[in-house]
């Protein structure tokens, strides 16, 4: 499988604070990916770095083989890199649909648009003139994800969807994927919920203190080997 | 009758405050800067558009032309060059620099054009009048200033509400980092933010420069009334800017009307009256 995006050795500092030390990861094309681990692991650290939130060195990231982690977040979304970041972080001041319309300012065409979008959940079509804030936790979630497709990615980074939601509703959340994948987008998703995030993946990265503590595939893996890596036991 | 009438020239003099303060909320709303030159800026436009109608001998208005776009050129750059770089979690670096601002700006001007009071002669819209009945009258170049007011805002608001530019405006002031996650430029949307500021502030300028005397030393009173007016409408929301410059007019002109000498008093008296009873001030945005 041809690597989409590789991090070798990649590090992450807060000031003096290291977060991240020398994390190698990969994500194939077509691929979805899902990296677990405790509060603390340094999971939404890994994605900040990824996007360009954090700026890194340029070579400790490779999307489609170049070299991207020193660009600003503003370039790797127009690389095709977008995220769906943790709590949502929807534009209070914006209805619905303008917060989806954010996603395509990065102007990459492709599969979608505010149709599509709405065809994959259909109920904020409904709610389109709503603020984004307006509704429910579930639909919030929605809206993050559309926004993030908006911006027709190759690669959507997925924070924590389904932190403070129902169970009923993180399962609609979850069927959404394979409609995604099927589009040609690879995902990668970050999950504290163990269970969830084996029932999506084909590979599962299970970080702890800023380091991979386990690497495989959902079929391979123990849940003794799952448990030691992520509680660290 | 002569009450009726300071109230409606109040009422007008209130949409050149409106002006004022149109800039000022606007860069306020998008970045949370506090420019304490923006006085200043208003007189610069003047004195710019007094070198214009010198150098090129046409109508004050006309000189729009080339004042507005060179203004929005220079708010483009300022935020770029300087403002920019002293944005962040300190809200202290803003104000020292727009205040530094402020004391360049006066000075430069000082030294090109004197402490002398200038005026842009703008020929008989100056004088000239509508009569609405009963011994009262509309100046037009109030009436010209009032509706300019009204159109500004309307056009801001316009902009803010059904462009992608005011689209992208208010979601970078809600989360920048954010925004810049999908693919926007924080500082290149600061600075278009603050070039349409100083556009408006220009139009404020020449119409201020029409209707009043000015020197290089008035720009912090220019301020002042600005925020006066952007507070007591309330922050963020630019119909209640006008309605704040109106309320500001009013008082000022009530204030004239009993006593001459407290023309002003009577304006900063009815913005702590509006202080006390609405801190938020009168029309807040409503936050989603």
């Avoid at chain 1, 660009?71 to 943790?86: C, D, K, W």
């Amino acid at each position: 499988m041809t690597p989409l995006l590789e991090t070798r050795a990649l590090e992450a500092f807060y000031g003096d604070f290291q977060a991240l030390f020398g994390i190698d990861f990969t994500v194939g094309e077509g691929e979805t990916v899902a990296i677990i681990g405790s509060n603390g692991a340094g999971k939404s650290t890994f994605l900040k770095s990824i996007t360009g939130v954090l700026s890194n060195k340029a070579d400790a990231i490779r999307f489609k083989n170049e070299p991207i982690g020193s660009l600003a977040a503003n370039h790797v979304v127009r690389r095709g890199i977008a995220m769906v970041p943790e709590g949502r972080r929807l534009f209070p001041s914006l209805s619905v649909e303008e917060n989806l319309q954010m996603g395509a300012m990065s102007k990459r065409s492709g599969h979608w648009t505010l149709e599509t979008v709405y065809r994959l959940f259909p109920v904020l079509k409904e709610r389109r003139y709503s603020p984004g804030t307006a509704l429910s936790g579930g639909q919030q979630q929605m809206v993050a994800i559309g926004r993030g497709l908006m911006a027709n990615p190759d690669l959507l980074l997925c924070d924590e969807i389904s932190l403070g939601l129902a169970p009923i509703i993180i399962k609609d959340i979850y069927a959404a994927i394979p409609s995604i994948t099927s589009e040609g987008t690879t995902v990668a998703v970050v999950e504290q919920d163990i269970n969830q995030a084996l029932a999506v993946a084909d590979r599962v990265y299970c970080f702890q203190e800023g380091r991979v503590s386990l690497e495989g595939t959902p079929d391979t893996l123990t849940r003794e080997q799952i448990s030691a890596a992520y509680f660290g036991l | 009758m002569d009450w009726v009438n300071a109230i409606v020239q109040g009422i007008f003099v209130g949409g050149l405050y409106a002006l004022f303060a149109t800039g000022l909320s606007l860069i306020f709303g998008v970045m949370r800067l506090v420019n304490i030159a923006h006085g200043d800026l208003i007189i610069l436009a003047a004195f710019l558009s007094l070198a214009v109608v010198d150098g090129l001998n046409i109508h004050p208005l006309v000189s729009l032309v080339i004042v507005v776009p060179v203004m929005a050129a220079f708010g483009y750059a300022l935020q770029r060059g300087i403002l920019n770089f002293t944005l962040g979690k300190d809200i202290l670096p803003p104000l020292l620099v727009t205040f530094g601002l402020s004391v360049i700006i006066q000075n430069a001007l000082l030294e090109t054009f004197s402490a002398d009071s200038q005026r842009l002669q703008a020929g008989a819209i100056e004088t000239a009048s509508i009569p609405i009945g009963q011994g009262l009258a509309i100046g037009v170049l109030p009436l010209i200033i009032f509706v300019t007011a009204i159109v500004v805002i309307g056009g801001l608001q316009f902009v803010f509400y059904q462009t992608t530019l005011g689209r992208v405006f208010r979601a970078t002031s809600d989360d920048a980092v954010t925004a810049r996650t999908m693919g926007i430029d924080k500082s290149h949307v600061f600075a278009l933010a603050m070039a349409l500021a100083l556009a408006v502030v220009a139009i404020a300028g020449v119409l201020m420069g029409i209707r009043t005397n000015f020197d290089p030393a008035v720009g912090p009173a220019r301020l002042l009334f600005a925020f006066e007016a952007v507070i007591m409408g309330g922050l963020g929301n630019l119909w209640g800017t006008l309605a704040g410059g109106i309320i500001l007019g009013v008082a000022q002109a009530i204030g004239a009307q009993i006593n001459p000498g407290w023309q002003i008093l009577a304006g900063h008296i009815a913005f702590l009256i509006v202080l006390v009873i609405r801190p938020n001030g009168l029309f807040p945005r409503i936050q989603g």
